[in-house]
């Protein structure tokens, strides 16, 4: 087998991405570009630093858009819209070298940045004039640094492997199945979805399952069979530019079509509750205030739905658009020799027979809400200009009847055995429920109403809200009737808010390698501080009060000062989650506890990064990267909705046989740890029966806790101590109360060490 594997490679192989970002749109505003727009570059610099390149690390000051390394996008107005580089000088590359961080093989790399129209792209190639045997090519793409998440273009990106075989062989596409394998990591998965000639060369073509055109893996590997002439493969390499552009900004907006067309639903839902407020209110006293709010509410739906509508106009002329400008790029490449495309012609017919048609089909529909939304505008018009004026009463013989009178209750409190709705809760913010929607429609569980009510039922947080969930013909719609069902909803022993323990749950189901985990992760800790919990009790007891302020049995008052010591220890303390992986494959996430012993490195267990038992075999080293690659440090973790999540950038020793591992972590701009502080270390410090010691721990993986003991007995490195502890627990700093020292780490069941 490895002499098969010798023969399989590429002479001089090379890999191109070619990524496409959105620049402007009708929606900017008077803004010059979309908010996002200079995110493609701050990536290229990340990369960069990443690959210790400095060409890339100072693209800002090589850019034309850049001024003072700030964003200027208005430079660019002297430019021609349709094709320009954005290289200073009007230089065509910007040309670097770099050595791979794996394998130690040297490559060099040509930047070509650029703006399409609307749109930013860039053609970032790396290369080899060496032969790189099958396992090698994988340093064309170390750590996955050219896919998502790393580069995140809006519109979408493809991955361009080219060479020549070391060998001949009989049906190219088992090299090129096996090339995929190489340049991706174990967790992206593709599937061949055509194959062609170019010049007379095999090309292939693959693709992920993702909907998102950010996540999408799209992939292309040519290989050179046989001599090419250079001015052909120019033409080629040019058409070729702007056939991907086309095909992504397709994907783009039919992407985009699919959350019109899934809000405009939403809004097309409400009808059946407004016409069954019309009718009771029609049954009603006092109609014409009722009315006007009914009437104000039914116009603002109607502005809305016809926004929706004329978006998935839009979106289809787009689409249409660049389904013709796809179509003339297609055939400038057939039209040189020696090549046959099937495999984009297929393409064609996807947008015709799938995308367009998906949007008409949606569009109709609409319309006849629209007409729904048109006839209940005219039905409220005309009961507001007959119904009585407010104050008159309705008259039977001689007897005036007026509306009873009611008990006033919350209109949004109900209440579940584990659960208070709370009222005026914060909504999610318009530009991140878009994202939320997608992430949740996303997940397997919302892929049916069986498979959603079956996660409710088998979880116990969630399950005493699984008899009411909302069920619904699709996806999307699914996912926001969901939020709109839990949003509001809280645990009334944990105060926790419901969707984001559904988030957090979902999150621990999903290989944390995978763009949708950190997604989730994302939403988690943006969605935790809106969706707190906020009581709106304000009531005191003066009985209560005054019996308070005795002290008949003269317990002991700790002083405040001995709180705000431990506060500040508790800071450097943080929960640590570690995904526990088998063979490439994730099986759960348990819980440790570590702590900070300078503003960059953390200590914990060896075995909470293991994350192994006594009943597993060893760790593969490749499992032990991507667990340390995906574990996640969280500071402040003291309730729910709280929360700062740090990752690990490197193992820098372990020692297994004092269950130890010191870890570099990755630092925030936002949040730095250098402001977070550290424990000292107390070794020296001589322990009796009367010291006291706490466990700052996150038993469980629950929210930070404290325990308190006394030391026990030691026995070699180990001491025992009578503080509580937990699974979870491992890791946890051991304090000695009298001077805040750390004096163990907790390795569970009251032994440290």
């Known amino acids: 087998m490895n002499e098969i594997t010798q023969n399989l490679g590429l002479h001089s192989p090379s890999i191109t991405l070619y990524a496409f970002h959105l620049r402007n749109s009708v929606n900017q505003g008077e803004e010059p570009t979309v908010a996002e727009a200079p995110q493609l570059w701050e990536q290229l610099v990340d990369l960069g630093n990443k690959l210790h390149i400095a ?61 399409l129209h609307d749109t930013y792209a860039i053609d970032l190639t790396l290369y080899s004039k060496d032969t790189f045997t099958l396992p090698q090519l994988s340093n064309l793409n170390f750590h996955d640094l050219l896919l998502p998440p790393q580069i995140q273009a809006s519109l979408g990106q493809t991955i361009l492997l080219f060479g020549q075989p070391i060998e001949p062989q009989e049906d190219y596409q088992y090299l090129a199945d096996a090339c995929v394998d190489q340049i991706l990591s174990k967790i992206n998965s593709t599937e061949l979805i055509g194959r062609g000639y170019l010049l007379g060369n095999p090309i292939f073509e693959y693709e992920s399952s993702h909907t998102d055109p950010a996540q999408k893996l799209h992939i292309l590997v040519w290989f050179k069979c046989q001599n090419m002439n250079s001015d052909h493969m120019d033409k080629a390499a040019e058409n070729l530019l702007y056939l991907l552009w086309c095909r992504h900004k397709i994907q783009y907006v039919y992407y985009q079509s699919r959350w019109c067309n899934a809000r405009a639903k939403k809004l097309y839902g409400k009808l059946q509750d407004y016409e069954r407020s019309f ?7 006092n109609q014409q205030s009722r009315l006007k709010q009914l009437q104000v509410k039914v116009w603002q739906t109607d502005l809305e739905y016809a926004r929706y509508l004329r978006e998935l106009l ?45 949007i008409q089909t949606d569009s109709r529909f609409l319309e006849r809400g629209r007409d729904h939304l048109q006839h209940l505008k005219a039905l409220v018009q005309e009961s507001i200009a007959t119904a009585p004026r407010e104050g008159e009463s309705t008259r039977f013989g001689d007897r005036s009847w007026e509306q009873p009178s009611v008990t006033s209750f919350p209109k949004n409190l109900h209440y579940h055995e584990y659960v208070a709705v709370k009222n005026n809760m914060p909504g999610i913010p318009d530009d991140m429920y878009p994202r939320l929607c997608r992430a949740l429609s996303n997940c ?28 619904t013909g699709n996806r999307d719609e699914r996912a926001e009737r969901v939020i709109a069902y839990l949003v509001e909803q809280y645990r009334n022993d944990t105060k926790e808010n419901l969707l984001l323990i559904l988030l957090r749950l979902l999150k621990n189901r999903i290989d944390p390698v995978k763009p949708l985990y950190q997604t989730l992760s994302e939403l988690i800790q943006k969605l935790e501080p809106i969706l707190a919990y906020k009581s709106n009790s304000n009531y005191t007891n003066n009985d209560d ?34 995904p526990k992986i088998v063979n490439g494959s994730m099986k759960k996430i348990p819980t440790g506890t570590g702590w900070l012993v300078t503003p960059e490195l953390a200590l914990t267990c060896w075995h909470v990064i293991e994350a192994r038992s006594f009943r597993d075999a060893d760790i593969r080293l490749s499992d032990l990267q991507k667990q340390i690659a995906n574990s996640v440090f969280t500071f402040d973790y003291t309730q729910g909705g709280e929360g700062l999540e740090y990752g690990i950038m490197e193992l820098e020793y372990e020692n297994r046989d004092l269950d130890y591992a010191l870890l570099r972590l990755r630092d925030r701009q936002d949040y730095p740890l250098q402001k977070r502080g550290f424990l000292k270390l107390d070794a020296d410090i001589p322990l009796t029966l009367q010291t006291q010691l706490y466990v700052i721990q996150h038993p469980k993986g629950q929210p930070q806790q404290r ?13 025992f101590h009578n503080a509580p502890t937990e699974e979870g627990t491992s890791g946890a700093p051991v304090l000695n109360v009298t001077n805040w020292g750390v004096v163990s780490k907790s390795a569970g069941k009251n032994q440290t060490m």
């Open 707 to 719: 325990s308190a003991g006394f030391f026990k007995s030691a026995l070699d490195v180990n001491i």
């Open 314 to 358: 839009n979106h289809e002329h787009t689409i249409d658009d660049n389904e013709k400008n796809y179509r003339t790029k297609l055939k400038k490449l057939e039209s040189l020799p020696e090549t046959n495309l099937p495999l984009w012609q297929q393409f064609l017919h996807y947008i015709r027979n799938k995308l367009e048609q998906q």
């Open 279 to 285: 009718h009771q209110i029609s049954q009603a006293v």
């Open 55 to 115: 060409e890339l690390q100072n693209l800002q000051q090589q850019l034309i858009c850049y001024q003072d390394n700030k964003y200027f996008p208005q430079a660019e107005d002297s430019l021609g819209v349709e094709y320009s580089t954005l290289l200073r000088n009007q230089e065509q590359s910007l040309n670097f070298r770099l050595t791979s961080q794996t394998g130690g093989l040297e490559l060099q790399g040509l930047l070509d940045p650029f703006r």
């Open 444 to 471: 397997d569980q919302f892929r049916t109403n069986d498979r959603l009510i079956d996660f409710f039922d088998s979880n116990d947080l969630l399950k005493p809200w699984c008899d009411a969930l909302p069920e």
């Open 545 to 578: 009060l005054h019996k308070a302020e005795a002290n008949p049995k003269g317990e002991p008052m700790p002083y405040i000062a001995g709180d705000e010591k431990l506060l500040n220890c508790a800071h450097a303390v943080a929960r640590v989650s570690v």
